[in-house]
């Protein structure tokens, strides 16, 4: 050996020199690389878990997050509703039945200063559409809800 500079000996009982050091900072193959911090040289999946990934970060917290109650504004009109009886609490298809209210009273004086005054003004408090509708409950018979037409 006579101070000959150059590559690195070679492999012991071999003509092949040393590989080069891997640069850590630029790995030569994209699926090499990982997130930053990530060892170099290992694939994604080996080696530090990836972002997002549970066991990332130490010492995680878990927030619970509370949903507000789901309110539905129920309509009562004419037909049937399908509700929870507040007074029994059963799950219930409400009875419908009418009871003569503010508007029968309008239309039967409207019809009686028009002219219609020997009974013919009488004719809306035959007519269910110009009554109030009542809505209750078939196991206990309690009044759920009102719908007036005025």
Request: hydrophobic share 25%.
């Amino acid at each position: 050996m006579s101070g000959q500079s150059g590559p690195p000996p070679p492999y012991p009982g071999s003509d092949q020199a040393y590989p080069p050091p891997p640069n850590p900072s630029y790995p030569s193959d994209p699926k090499m690389a990982g997130p930053p911090g990530a060892q170099p040289g290992y694939p994604q999946g080996y080696g530090q878990p990836a972002y997002g990934q549970p066991g990332y970060q130490s010492g995680q917290t878990t927030v619970v997050v509370t949903q507000p109650a789901l309110t539905m504004v129920q309509t009562f009109r004419e037909s049937p509703v399908h509700t929870r009886c507040p007074h029994c609490q059963a799950e219930i298809m409400t009875a419908t039945h009418y009871e003569t209210g503010t508007f029968t009273w309008i239309i039967c004086l409207i019809l009686c200063l028009v002219g219609c005054d020997l009974g013919c003004c009488l004719i809306p408090f035959c007519v269910d559409g110009c009554k109030d509708v009542i809505h209750s409950c078939p196991n206990c018979r309690q009044q759920v809800a009102r719908w007036s037409r005025m």
